[in-house]
């Protein structure tokens, strides 16, 4: 899932932006708007450049400050403005809204005019719009929030009035009246237009004049609309939502004793909405919003006296003097009983707090931060002992959480954490019960619970980090100082070993915090600087590297290795349990004996214990530790087994026995345990463990055997693994326990094992083969001497494609590694035995075989299944070459070196980026390679000035672009021409677009050059009907093939030869196309035909007469689309050639291939067609009997 790679959901460093850069341009795009508003396109253009500029700025949106004004003046200038046309006042609101977006509304709010002469026009303008029309939205929320800052004007609003009796009669509405109701009418809206009519209640009905006379109307008309609407329903959720956004805002912006004499029926009439068990989530985060501001309505705003308070927050002070903690002065008024005046609590504060409680508890993120922060202002204005009933109501919720619903628990945890934090930030959480919080909040540093396939806590883990952060700017040094060892501990484990990225950075920036505030994190400054926000991006990087060095300081390095044992070998993810284990082995040098005398007799019995995911983790665990102190020992020239007792000796090797007796190597827990065993089996044979001769040997010989035996067996995704772990093992055992003093094998142990692999390698099931050949492959040189040659012969065997086993892509694929390991292995001596040495005798046979893996083409189900094959054959022929050339470079002949370097240059300009990737690396790497030089490369000059040496590393092979140009120059040289020109075939002609274009382009470049050049021509066109003449009916070159030579034709590329009659080329040419479709119902081949017969009409001679009746045979094809497409191209064709035609009936035959249907019946078509002949004097073709 990770390796080098950033994982998902990193962020990396990035420039950030410094100013408003593009304030001109939008400047511009705004003065410009009257010009282009009446267009679709120019005011979409318009619109989609202010949107770009404007996202820019969504993370850094305080840049736009200095020009809000600026841009909000001009824009209302243009709405204000009479003459204006309804789009161009809706496009320059449109842009308004854009930049609200991005600044936010609240920020934008005080800079809209709020003059008395604005409150009319706005006024019509709001009764002018439609609220229902989608189009016009952004009009109305920008208007709702002007006049919501324009009812901020001090003057009663019945001065503005006048006359209420209108000419005619008829009465007209008090500007009070409609204002209100605009805002009633927006507030049952579905749009955004409904959350600038809450801004504007909040602002209206707080008004003096509108308190006294319609404050008490509206809140019942709001809480009747709310009684009536059902949040089941859409529109009774969108009336609700209106409804509670409206008195969130009101009772948060109204004055206190205001709103007291309401905030009891509204909080009654709440609890009857049940918003709690609505499916909504916007619903429910809104009504914990107004439960909260009705909390803090019964409660006087006052701040808390005994809240606690840190004097200097300076992080300078706190760094002052070398290793000085500064005590700052505080008071003392905490302890004072008679500072908390005495006075009545509400009941309903009971409600509200109990409701904020549950709130912790819900299912989303926004309701639970909502309440988080409703319980932190809340607990600010009680007194000190009902402010303690409330943390401790909130602890309790951690202790009874665990006995809760299954679904709720990761929840309440998580919302906890969040009223923990807040709590704290506020001063609300004394010191006294610091010591009753830590314990929580280390235990949410590590909250992982699984559920199902995976697990859920990572949101838990990232709150308990802003617990920590909370806390080190909270309290003084010496309040924490009894919990610093177990908070630095926590928070160094999250940063280090946390799965989640934002848990590792969370608690990186919480530990920084607390080494800033604090100064008494033991080495604070060294870890930062190793563990940084960017360090803990990479997970491998933070097990592998920062671990072990933070692990040196002693305070860390039992806690660390402590948390891997009890929470990280257990993982659920098996990339988890597999770092940890290789974080102990690197570990275990900085407390050798606590993990000898600890650790491992404390994973012992863990390892052949009933959970599956637990087992795994301490086998593997076992086998890095024993690895780990085996290498400590051997370093202090001690015996290996100087770390272990007997005990754990003995418990190493029941591992495998427990296991098997037990039959845990089947089913699936057995795709875990084979390769795990398979690693202790290595660690223990690399550890040199005292075991020789011991039954245990032959026990782990059999589960490798059979691991490689039963790979069919096992899912197609843990195959690879335990494949690649066995062939590990048996490497390392073999090298440990098979070789006597003299270095040589058991001759018995020796037939045994060589004879068995080799008689796998013919087995029906591929993936045996697979297994078995990798294992050849792996065998040391003393297994494999006096065998070379049986081992070689039964892997050549295993390349070859018969009609049985044509598919067994992969065990091609592995034999072929296979033989190159092998050769490796056992070296080279080029007078030596061919059963013992790569030598003269075997050579070629060797390069033989993996030639012959180049031109493996086979496809199924999956598609080029030949392509790894390939990629194999091309590893191998580099490993083997280079393993010559560095030992004995003259077994390398000329031959061998030109078909290697050819066949290479063929994969190179074929249409798979990958392989060709590959195959371009493989070239160069043996074209550049110094120590010493690969000889007989044919040509060695010239691709050393195509592929000059700087670009080695450089070229980018997969990308069309620079690979294509490169690779076609190699046309020129006569030793590469046939083999380019049969991979650009491919290429050229294949269906990927950039494949196809750059390909095709650097092809017609290199015509072009040699089109002054007839020697140059001549050879290329005889190669090219080589290849033709060589892949006929092969539809893998010969479809693509037909296709390069419609292009090549059509771009001119031969027209030197239109001079000449009867040409040899376009003859040739002729006979090998219509060769090639002779009886072909391949449809895709007829139709890239017809391009390549059309293309031949220029050519003078008498084949002119055969390609026209050629093409009039496919007239008259029995697929109607060759018909159809045939007719086309003539028509096409006789535009463009209009000379192979006499003038006289050009038209008549012009007409007949346009007007026909060719779609039609046979007959009808087959007249025309003759009609054709007859005109152009073509033989009419002859209907054979069958």
Same mark, same amino acid.
């Given at each position: 899932?990770?390796?080098?790679?950033?994982?998902?959901?990193?962020?990396?460093?990035?420039?950030?932006?410094?100013?408003?850069?593009?304030?001109?341009?939008?400047?511009?795009?705004?003065?410009?708007?009257?010009?282009?508003?009446?267009?679709?396109?120019?005011?979409?253009?318009?619109?989609?450049?202010?949107?770009?500029?404007?996202?820019?700025?969504?993370?850094?949106?305080?840049?736009?400050?200095?020009?809000?004004?600026?841009?909000?003046?001009?824009?209302?200038?243009?709405?204000?403005?009479?003459?204006?046309?309804?789009?161009?006042?809706?496009?320059?609101?449109?842009?308004?809204?854009?930049?609200?977006?991005?600044?936010?509304?609240?920020?934008?709010?005080?800079?809209?005019?709020?003059?008395?002469?604005?409150?009319?026009?706005?006024?019509?303008?709001?009764?002018?719009?439609?609220?229902?029309?989608?189009?016009?939205?952004?009009?109305?929320?920008?208007?709702?929030?002007?006049?919501?800052?324009?009812?901020?004007?001090?003057?009663?609003?019945?001065?503005?009035?006048?006359?209420?009796?209108?000419?005619?009669?008829?009465?007209?509405?008090?500007?009070?009246?409609?204002?209100?109701?605009?805002?009633?009418?927006?507030?049952?809206?579905?749009?955004?237009?409904?959350?600038?009519?809450?801004?504007?209640?909040?602002?209206?009905?707080?008004?003096?004049?509108?308190?006294?006379?319609?404050?008490?109307?509206?809140?019942?008309?709001?809480?009747?609309?709310?009684?009536?609407?059902?949040?089941?329903?859409?529109?009774?959720?969108?009336?609700?939502?209106?409804?509670?956004?409206?008195?969130?805002?009101?009772?948060?912006?109204?004055?206190?004793?205001?709103?007291?004499?309401?905030?009891?029926?509204?909080?009654?009439?709440?609890?009857?909405?049940?918003?709690?068990?609505?499916?909504?989530?916007?619903?429910?985060?809104?009504?914990?919003?107004?439960?909260?501001?009705?909390?803090?309505?019964?409660?006087?705003?006052?701040?808390?006296?005994?809240?606690?308070?840190?004097?200097?927050?300076?992080?300078?002070?706190?760094?002052?003097?070398?290793?000085?903690?500064?005590?700052?002065?505080?008071?003392?008024?905490?302890?004072?009983?008679?500072?908390?005046?005495?006075?009545?609590?509400?009941?309903?504060?009971?409600?509200?707090?109990?409701?904020?409680?549950?709130?912790?508890?819900?299912?989303?993120?926004?309701?639970?931060?909502?309440?988080?922060?409703?319980?932190?202002?809340?607990?600010?204005?009680?007194?000190?002992?009902?402010?303690?009933?409330?943390?401790?109501?909130?602890?309790?919720?951690?202790?009874?959480?665990?006995?809760?619903?299954?679904?709720?628990?990761?929840?309440?945890?998580?919302?906890?954490?969040?009223?923990?934090?807040?709590?704290?930030?506020?001063?609300?959480?004394?010191?006294?019960?610091?010591?009753?919080?830590?314990?929580?909040?280390?235990?949410?540093?590590?909250?992982?619970?699984?559920?199902?396939?995976?697990?859920?806590?990572?949101?838990?883990?990232?709150?308990?980090?802003?617990?920590?952060?909370?806390?080190?700017?909270?309290?003084?040094?010496?309040?924490?100082?009894?919990?610093?060892?177990?908070?630095?501990?926590?928070?160094?484990?999250?940063?280090?070993?946390?799965?989640?990225?934002?848990?590792? @950075?969370?608690?990186?920036?919480?530990?920084?915090?607390?080494?800033?505030?604090?100064?008494?994190?033991?080495?604070?400054?060294?870890?930062?600087?190793?563990?940084?926000?960017?360090?803990?991006?990479?997970?491998?990087?933070?097990?592998?590297?920062?671990?072990?060095?933070?692990?040196?300081?002693?305070?860390?390095?039992?806690?660390?290795?402590?948390?891997?044992?009890?929470?990280?070998?257990?993982?659920?993810?098996?990339?988890?349990?597999?770092?940890?284990?290789?974080?102990?082995?690197?570990?275990?040098? @900085?407390?050798?004996?606590?993990?000898?005398?600890?650790?491992?007799?404390?994973?012992?019995?863990?390892?052949?214990?009933?959970?599956?995911?637990?087992?795994?983790?301490?086998?593997?665990?076992?086998?890095?530790?024993?690895?780990?102190?085996?290498?400590?020992?051997?370093?202090?020239?001690?015996?290996?087994?100087?770390?272990?007792?007997?005990?754990?000796?003995?418990?190493?090797?029941?591992?495998?026995?427990?296991?098997?007796? @037990?039959?845990?190597?089947?089913?699936?827990?057995?795709?875990?345990?084979?390769?795990?065993?398979?690693?202790?089996?290595?660690?223990?044979?690399?550890?040199?463990?005292?075991?020789?001769?011991?039954?245990?040997?032959?026990?782990?010989?059999?589960?490798?055997?059979?691991?490689?035996?039963?790979?069919?067996?096992?899912?197609?995704?843990?195959?690879?693994?335990?494949?690649?772990?066995?062939?590990?093992?048996?490497?390392?055992?073999?090298?440990?326990?098979?070789?006597?003093?003299?270095?040589?094998?058991?001759?018995?142990?020796?037939?045994?094992?060589?004879?068995?692999?080799?008689?796998?390698?013919?087995?029906?099931?591929?993936?045996?083969?697979?297994?078995?050949?990798?294992?050849?492959?792996?065998?040391?040189?003393?297994?494999?001497?006096?065998?070379?040659?049986?081992?070689?012969?039964?892997?050549?065997?295993?390349?070859?494609?018969?009609?049985?086993?044509?598919?067994?892509?992969?065990?091609?694929?592995?034999?072929?590694?296979?033989?190159?390991?092998?050769?490796?292995?056992?070296?080279?001596?080029?007078?030596?035995?061919?059963?013992?040495?790569?030598?003269?005798?075997?050579?070629?046979?060797?390069?033989?075989?993996?030639?012959?893996?180049?031109?493996?083409?086979?496809?199924?189900?999956?598609?080029?299944?030949?392509?790894?094959?390939?990629?194999?054959?091309?590893?191998?022929?580099?490993?083997?070459?280079?393993?010559?050339?560095?030992?004995?470079?003259?077994?390398?002949?000329?031959?061998?070196?030109?078909?290697?370097?050819?066949?290479?240059?063929?994969?190179?300009?074929?249409?798979?980026?990958?392989?060709?990737?590959?195959?371009?690396?493989?070239?160069?790497?043996?074209?550049?390679?110094?120590?010493?030089?690969?000889?007989?490369?044919?040509?060695?000059?010239?691709?050393?000035?195509?592929?000059?040496?700087?670009?080695?590393?450089?070229?980018?092979?997969?990308?069309?672009?620079?690979?294509?140009?490169?690779?076609?120059?190699?046309?020129?040289?006569?030793?590469?021409?046939?083999?380019?020109?049969?991979?650009?075939?491919?290429?050229?002609?294949?269906?990927?677009?950039?494949?196809?274009?750059?390909?095709?382009?650097?092809?017609?470049?290199?015509?072009?050059?040699?089109?002054?050049?007839?020697?140059?021509?001549?050879?290329?066109?005889?190669?090219?009907?080589?290849?033709?003449?060589?892949?006929?009916?092969?539809?893998?070159?010969?479809?693509?093939?037909?296709?390069?030579?419609?292009?090549?034709?059509?771009?001119?590329?031969?027209?030197?030869?239109?001079?000449?009659?009867?040409?040899?080329?376009?003859?040739?040419?002729?006979?090998?196309?219509?060769?090639?479709?002779?009886?072909?119902?391949?449809?895709?081949?007829?139709?890239?035909?017809?391009?390549?017969?059309?293309?031949?009409?220029?050519?003078?001679?008498?084949?002119?007469?055969?390609?026209?009746?050629?093409?009039?045979?496919?007239?008259?094809?029995?697929?109607?689309?060759?018909?159809?497409?045939?007719?086309?191209?003539?028509?096409?064709?006789?535009?463009?050639?209009?000379?192979?035609?006499?003038?006289?009936?050009?038209?008549?035959?012009?007409?007949?291939?346009?007007?026909?249907?060719?779609?039609?019946?046979?007959?009808?078509?087959?007249?025309?067609?003759?009609?054709?002949?007859?005109?152009?004097?073509?033989?009419?073709?002859?209907?054979?009997?069958?």
């Amino acid at each position: 899932e990770e390796g080098e790679e950033r994982e998902p959901g990193a962020v990396s460093e990035r420039g950030f932006l410094e100013s408003f850069t593009e304030s001109r341009e939008v400047a511009e795009l705004i003065a410009n708007l009257r010009g282009v508003f009446g267009e679709l396109v120019t005011r979409e253009m318009a619109v989609e450049r202010f949107v770009g500029i404007m996202d820019k700025y969504q993370e850094q949106p305080h840049l736009l400050d200095h020009h809000l004004e600026g841009m909000m003046n001009s824009l209302l200038d243009i709405a204000r403005d009479k003459g204006s046309p309804p789009p161009l006042v809706h496009l320059a609101f449109k842009f308004l809204y854009i930049i609200t977006k991005v600044r936010g509304y609240k920020r934008f709010l005080p800079l809209f005019p709020h003059e008395v002469r604005d409150l009319q026009p706005v006024l019509d303008m709001l009764a002018e719009q439609n609220p229902r029309d989608s189009e016009t939205w952004e009009t109305r929320y920008m208007l709702l929030l002007w006049l919501s800052m324009i009812c901020l004007i001090p003057f009663d609003l019945a001065r503005f009035d006048g006359n209420l009796v209108a000419e005619g009669g008829r009465a007209r509405q008090p500007t009070m009246d409609r204002i209100l109701e605009i805002a009633k009418c927006y507030l049952v809206v579905s749009d955004k237009a409904r959350d600038a009519a809450a801004v504007l209640v909040s602002k209206f009905i707080v008004r003096p004049d509108v308190r006294q006379s319609r404050m008490a109307e509206f809140l019942d008309w709001v809480l009747s609309m709310l009684s009536k609407s059902s949040s089941q329903t859409m529109e009774g959720t969108v009336i609700v939502n209106g409804m509670l956004q409206a008195l969130a805002q009101l009772f948060k912006h109204g004055k206190r004793e205001d709103c007291l004499p309401y905030a009891v029926t509204v909080l009654e009439c709440l609890d009857k909405c049940k918003l709690s068990e609505s499916n909504q989530m916007v619903l429910r985060k809104l009504g914990m919003k107004l439960v909260q501001r009705l909390g803090l309505t019964f409660v006087k705003p006052k701040v808390a006296k005994w809240r606690y308070q840190r004097g200097c927050r300076s992080l300078a002070a706190n760094l002052q003097a070398q290793g000085a903690v500064v005590l700052n002065q505080k008071r003392e008024a905490a302890a004072e009983a008679d500072d908390d005046e005495e006075y009545d609590i509400p009941a309903e504060i009971e409600n509200v707090v109990e409701q904020l409680l549950v709130g912790l508890k819900d299912k989303d993120t926004i309701v639970r931060w909502s309440a988080a922060k409703g319980i932190g202002r809340i607990t600010g204005r009680l007194p000190k002992e009902l402010a303690d009933d409330v943390i401790g109501s909130l602890l309790d919720c951690f202790r009874f959480c665990s006995n809760t619903s299954f679904q709720e628990t990761d929840n309440a945890w998580h919302g906890g954490c969040l009223a923990l934090a807040e709590l704290g930030r506020r001063g609300l959480l004394l010191p006294s019960r610091i010591s009753d919080v830590v314990p929580v909040m280390l235990k949410a540093l590590t909250y992982d619970e699984k559920r199902g396939a995976c697990s859920v806590g990572s949101n838990v883990r990232d709150a308990a980090c802003y617990v920590c952060w909370a806390f080190a700017r909270a309290y003084e040094p010496r309040e924490l100082k009894p919990f610093i060892s177990h908070i630095s501990s926590a928070l160094v484990i999250a940063a280090v070993f946390d799965r989640d990225v934002n848990c590792r @950075r969370a608690a990186s920036a919480a530990f920084q915090e607390n080494v800033g505030r604090q100064g008494t994190f033991p080495h604070g400054i060294d870890i930062l600087t190793a563990a940084d926000y960017f360090a803990v991006g990479n997970r491998v990087n933070c097990y592998l590297t920062i671990s072990v060095y933070i692990a040196g300081f002693p305070e860390y390095t039992q806690p660390m290795i402590d948390h891997l044992v009890n929470m990280k070998i257990n993982h659920w993810d098996s990339v988890i349990r597999e770092l940890s284990t290789k974080a102990l082995h690197n570990m275990t040098p @900085r407390a050798p004996e606590y993990m000898a005398n600890v650790v491992l007799p404390r994973l012992l019995p863990l390892s052949v214990g009933s959970d599956l995911h637990t087992r795994h983790g301490a086998i593997l665990a076992c086998a890095e530790i024993t690895h780990a102190l085996c290498k400590l020992a051997q370093e202090n020239n001690r015996s290996v087994t100087y770390y272990f007792s007997e005990k754990s000796l003995e418990g190493l090797k029941q591992i495998h026995q427990e296991l098997c007796s @037990r039959q845990l190597y089947r089913g699936l827990g057995g795709e875990l345990m084979r390769p795990a065993v398979c690693t202790l089996i290595e660690k223990l044979s690399l550890s040199k463990m005292p075991f020789r001769g011991d039954p245990i040997i032959g026990g782990w010989q059999w589960l490798i055997n059979d691991s490689l035996r039963h790979l069919t067996l096992v899912s197609s995704g843990a195959r690879q693994h335990i494949k690649e772990s066995a062939v590990s093992a048996l490497a390392a055992l073999c090298n440990e326990f098979y070789i006597n003093e003299e270095g040589e094998a058991d001759p018995a142990l020796q037939d045994e094992l060589v004879t068995q692999y080799v008689s796998e390698l013919q087995n029906t099931e591929e993936m045996i083969r697979c297994g078995f050949s990798r294992a050849l492959g792996a065998l040391p040189r003393f297994l494999l001497k006096g065998r070379l040659q049986q081992v070689l012969e039964g892997l050549k065997k295993v390349t070859l494609i018969s009609p049985e086993d044509v598919s067994f892509a992969e065990s091609r694929r592995d034999a072929l590694i296979a033989i190159a390991k092998v050769c490796q292995t056992v070296g080279v001596k080029g007078e030596g035995s061919r059963e013992e040495f790569v030598c003269r005798d075997n050579v070629d046979e060797i390069y033989a075989t993996l030639l012959n893996g180049v031109t493996d083409y086979t496809t199924d189900s999956r598609g080029d299944v030949g392509g790894w094959v390939r990629e194999a054959a091309m590893t191998s022929l580099m490993e083997v070459t280079l393993l010559l050339v560095q030992n004995e470079a003259e077994l390398i002949n000329a031959s061998i070196c030109r078909q290697i370097m050819c066949w290479l240059a063929q994969q190179s300009a074929e249409k798979i980026d990958k392989f060709r990737a590959h195959a371009g690396s493989v070239f160069l790497t043996l074209l550049h390679f110094d120590h010493p030089p690969v000889p007989h490369i044919p040509h060695r000059q010239e691709l050393e000035r195509i592929f000059p040496r700087s670009e080695k590393e450089t070229l980018n092979w997969n990308a069309a672009s620079e690979a294509f140009p490169r690779i076609t120059q190699l046309l020129a040289l006569p030793t590469y021409q046939y083999f380019v020109l049969l991979g650009l075939s491919v290429s050229v002609g294949g269906l990927t677009e950039t494949t196809l274009r750059y390909s095709a382009q650097s092809l017609f470049d290199y015509m072009k050059k040699i089109q002054g050049d007839p020697s140059a021509l001549e050879s290329f066109c005889e190669t090219l009907l080589k290849v033709f003449e060589d892949n006929l009916r092969n539809d893998r070159v010969s479809v693509p093939l037909l296709t390069m030579l419609d292009q090549l034709l059509a771009n001119g590329c031969f027209d030197t030869f239109t001079e000449q009659e009867n040409h040899p080329f376009p003859v040739k040419l002729f006979t090998l196309c219509k060769e090639e479709i002779k009886r072909s119902k391949d449809i895709r081949k007829l139709r890239s035909s017809i391009g390549v017969f059309c293309g031949l009409i220029q050519f003078q001679g008498d084949m002119r007469e055969k390609v026209f009746f050629q093409l009039f045979l496919l007239l008259c094809h029995p697929f109607p689309i060759i018909r159809k497409t045939t007719a086309s191209q003539v028509y096409e064709m006789l535009i463009t050639y209009g000379d192979v035609v006499d003038p006289a009936v050009m038209d008549e035959v012009m007409a007949i291939l346009s007007d026909t249907n060719w779609e039609a019946e046979l007959p009808v078509v087959r007249e025309r067609r003759n009609c054709l002949c007859d005109l152009l004097k073509v033989p009419k073709p002859q209907l054979v009997s069958k």
